[in-house]
DNA sequence: TGTGTAAGTAAGTGACTACTTGCATTCCTG
DNA sequence: CAGGAATGCAAGTAGTCACTTACTTACACA
């Protein structure tokens, strides 16, 4: 019983390496530590097992809150910014396994789709109250200013690896990067007194 | 000989559909409407095959071309995302799974990254002309701006088909709504009279 | 007509895969 | 100490995979 939760993590982890189809009983067996019968006797079969998985990890997701009134927009959405696309770094290698997959297999994908739907959501709902506040000199469709941002996070958190130099540098600013852009896009003035990334990450998120 | 083309193009689609694991032999040889055996005479192994065949298709690939000096800001990087979008939605199977099987075998995918790469330092070389143009208002990194423009029309063109609600309707329009939030960003004046997109499509691109 | 080349057929090899069965071991609990 | 549940070990099954060997067929060309 308590080899469950390990044996759900290593299959997570074996699949983010290797894919469905690269994901054998064995392999996952041995990254768990655990004989392989002990996997068919838990959950079945392989699919049975790598869908529990992949539910699992959607679950253990905490997003960055975008506060309900916007008062400092820069920095608000810098903070939600650098969360995001941390979050998206962490896990880029099970994120781009689980696209290849979908086609083939959209029972064991379904749930992938939670965080991004759930980010574009909050990130709109944001965008709308600033909007609403005036303090956007520019119209824009807040849907298509979060596509906008979380498409250039989601870019750089899954192509930098492989082309480093087509990203602006350091890593550490690009979501401050995109989200100036953004807001210069919406022609929302930037109020805020300069301040380092590293204060900005210590300083974490208020909710609403 | 006349078989070799072929069995290249049906490797890249079976490829596309199922991945590197899931492309065996037998299905690429059913696909082409060859004998399995013919593949192994003609290239070797099934990794030379899908090597071969990954080369080939990015060989074919144009790319619209920017002018070397801006005229028209909107108009012409409005058709470049345009043309660049829909050449990543026809793609977007095979982009998918190349980008999932990086990881595991770089050998193969390596020549994955020429086209945005491409795209990335024509699109850099455009803004910079425009920025040393004086027609932006606002200051601007060029690898920064080109960064967020590709990654929206990327993550566009992936993930679309998963999520249409997230991602800003007409699809026909996308690429011009983000294009505009890019200039808008820049501090460029957009001059071009009203264009419909069918019009847009038929004018095609001018290069340098 | 003879020869070389590209293609097909048939059969098989060894490795791996998901999954099963039978039995022994450990450990917790009453 | 007894009983049951979780786990491990050894062995095996049926299927698939990449790839090979040996032989045949079809056609081009001289």
Same mark, same amino acid.
């Given at each position: +019983?308590?080899? $469950?939760? @390990?044996?759900?993590?290593? /299959?997570?982890? !074996?699949?983010? %390496?290797?894919?469905?189809?690269?994901?054998?009983?064995?392999?996952?067996?041995?990254?768990?530590?655990?004989?392989?019968?002990?996997?068919?006797?838990?959950?079945?079969?392989?699919?049975?097992?790598?869908?529990?998985?992949?539910?699992?990890?959607?679950?253990?997701?905490?997003?960055?809150?975008?506060?309900?009134?916007?008062?400092?927009?820069?920095?608000?959405?810098?903070?939600?910014?650098?969360?995001?696309?941390?979050?998206?770094?962490?896990?880029?290698?099970?994120?781009?396994?689980?696209?290849?997959? +979908?086609?083939? $297999?959209? @029972?064991?994908?379904?749930? /992938?789709?939670? !965080?991004?739907? %759930?980010?574009?959501?909050?990130?709109?709902?944001?965008?709308?109250?600033?909007?609403?506040?005036?303090?956007?000199?520019?119209?824009?469709?807040?849907?298509?200013?979060?596509?906008?941002?979380?498409?250039?996070?989601?870019?750089?958190?899954?192509?930098?690896?492989?082309?480093?130099?087509?990203?602006?540098?350091?890593?550490?600013?690009?979501?401050?990067?995109?989200?100036?852009?953004?807001?210069?896009?919406?022609?929302?003035?930037?109020?805020?007194?300069?301040?380092?990334?590293?204060?900005?990450?210590?300083?974490?998120?208020?909710?609403?």
């Amino acid at each position: +019983m308590h080899n $469950r939760q @390990e044996i759900l993590d290593a /299959a997570a982890q !074996v699949f983010a %390496q290797h894919g469905f189809r690269g994901s054998t009983t064995r392999r996952i067996a041995d990254a768990a530590g655990v004989n392989e019968i002990t996997i068919f006797r838990q959950f079945g079969s392989k699919e049975a097992l790598l869908r529990e998985a992949m539910k699992h990890m959607t679950q253990s997701v905490g997003l960055a809150l975008l506060p309900d009134v916007p008062s400092d927009p820069e920095r608000e959405l810098t903070l939600w910014s650098e969360s995001f696309i941390q979050h998206l770094r962490l896990r880029s290698s099970i994120i781009r396994k689980t696209m290849s997959e +979908m086609e083939e $297999r959209p @029972e064991l994908s379904e749930c /992938a789709s939670y !965080v991004p739907r %759930q980010a574009s959501a909050d990130l709109c709902h944001y965008l709308t109250a600033l909007k609403r506040q005036g303090r956007a000199a520019e119209k824009f469709e807040p849907k298509t200013a979060a596509a906008m941002l979380m498409g250039a996070i989601f870019a750089d958190a899954m192509g930098r690896e492989m082309m480093p130099d087509v990203y602006p540098q350091p890593q550490e600013k690009a979501a401050q990067m995109y989200t100036r852009l953004l807001l210069r896009a919406l022609g929302v003035e930037i109020v805020s007194r300069r301040t380092t990334s590293k204060q900005t990450k210590r300083t974490k998120q208020l909710s609403a």
